[in-house]
């Protein structure tokens, strides 16, 4: 599966910024003209939006399977992180000025097969990895660039995803638990309404 260059990663970000702002201040889907054929292609996606300059979360939501191309799946995520993210109230006109707009664009989630569960957190990377946590109709995801945020070890990173899918921290100890990674690539903007970079994990 290719990667987006930077001019795309760009594009989907702005793309993004673009279905938040139409959606918000007109109650309208924005739709894009003509795009590169990648956004053809069905990928994993999701929008976070954080509050500028104090990086609060304000919205985050996507797709962690490629069932839809990456076009639709962005503009739905990021029309879903501003009014549908049951966390937060609906993203309100007067905030689109201090939204930061995030795009992570993933690679699909493999399954972690280890024959004792306490050799996963040698299986995964901080800064590499995303974790998605399954067992029975719990699940729960957590992107690439949270443990880095939070500076959690590997342990700390799958216990966070095990509560964050509702389950017990050490969940990822059981064999019953599925435990599944990817990885993305990310862009962002500097500031609100500025300049799109790459964002790299450190």
Not at 75 to 104: T, Y
Not at 175 to 180: I, L, N
Request: one cysteine or more.
């Amino acid at each position: 599966m290719a990667k987006l260059n930077d001019a795309e990663g760009q594009l989907a970000v702005e793309i993004a910024r673009k279905a938040v702002d139409t959606f918000v201040s007109e109650g309208e889907r924005y739709e894009p003209g003509k795009l590169p054929p990648i956004f053809k292609e069905k990928r994993g996606v999701f929008v976070t939006l954080e509050k500028h300059p104090s990086k609060e979360l304000r919205g985050c939501i996507g797709f962690p399977e490629p069932v839809a191309p990456l076009i639709d799946a962005l503009i739905d995520s990021a029309i879903s992180a501003a009014s549908r993210d049951p966390r937060f109230n609906p993203v309100g006109d007067k905030e689109l000025g201090k939204l930061v707009v995030e795009v992570s664009v993933l690679t699909p989630p493999e399954l972690i097969k280890v024959k004792d569960p306490s050799e996963l957190p040698k299986k995964i990377k901080v800064g590499r990895d995303g974790l998605i946590m399954q067992r029975g109709y719990a699940s729960g995801l957590l992107l690439p660039q949270v443990p880095v945020e939070w500076k959690w070890d590997e342990k700390e990173f799958l216990s966070q995803t095990c509560w964050k899918a509702g389950l017990p921290p050490d969940a990822w100890l059981d064999p019953k638990t599925q435990v599944y990674s990817f990885q993305g690539q990310i862009w962002c903007e500097k500031e609100a309404r500025g300049e799109v970079v790459r964002k790299e994990l450190k």
